[in-house]
């Protein structure tokens, strides 16, 4: 299992250097009155239909105004949600369970228990969501 895990790392590493190459988001560029860069943003999406550029333009700008301010997650009152949905990410990936349910399957065969404990452990994991 470790080699196909480890041939997961050039594909990592090809998708890593092509979301560098990937322009800002337009909304986010007019959202910062940045009009010309969220234009050429969208020019990357529609290299050559000028009337779809246009028109992308003219709906990002009914989109892109400010809604008034957001709730500040900090508060007091999102301060046990919070604490909970961070927590139980970050005890899946630190306990690394993801990786662990993806090849259950071939940890169950090996282990000689079959292919009924890996339906059992999702049965599970349905209930316990």
Same mark, same amino acid.
């Given at each position: 299992?470790?080699?196909?895990?480890?041939?997961?790392?050039? !594909?990592?590493?090809? !998708?890593?250097?092509?979301?560098?190459?990937?322009?800002?988001?337009?909304?986010? !560029?007019? $959202?910062?009155?940045?009009?010309?860069?969220?234009?050429?943003?969208?020019?990357?999406?529609?290299?050559?239909?000028?009337?779809?550029?246009?028109?992308?333009?003219?709906?990002?700008?009914?989109?892109?105004?400010?809604?008034?301010?957001?709730?500040?997650?900090?508060?007091?009152?999102?301060?046990?949600? $919070?604490?909970?949905?961070?927590?139980?990410?970050? !005890?899946?990936?630190?306990?690394?369970?993801?990786?662990?349910?993806?090849?259950?399957?071939?940890?169950?065969?090996?282990?000689?228990?079959?292919?009924?404990?890996?339906?059992?452990?999702?049965?599970?994991?349905?209930?316990?969501?």
């Amino acid at each position: 299992w470790r080699y196909v895990f480890g041939w997961s790392a050039p !594909l990592a590493l090809v !998708l890593f250097r092509g979301a560098l190459r990937l322009p800002p988001s337009a909304r986010w !560029l007019a $959202l910062r009155g940045r009009a010309a860069d969220a234009r050429k943003s969208l020019a990357f999406v529609y290299p050559s239909d000028a009337d779809a550029l246009n028109a992308a333009v003219a709906e990002l700008g009914d989109a892109a105004t400010p809604r008034g301010p957001s709730p500040s997650l900090w508060k007091r009152q999102y301060r046990r949600a $919070l604490t909970a949905g961070l927590g139980v990410v970050l !005890l899946q990936q630190f306990t690394g369970q993801p990786s662990v349910l993806y090849y259950a399957t071939s940890i169950f065969d090996d282990a000689g228990v079959g292919t009924i404990a890996s339906v059992f452990v999702g049965a599970f994991k349905l209930l316990a969501t």
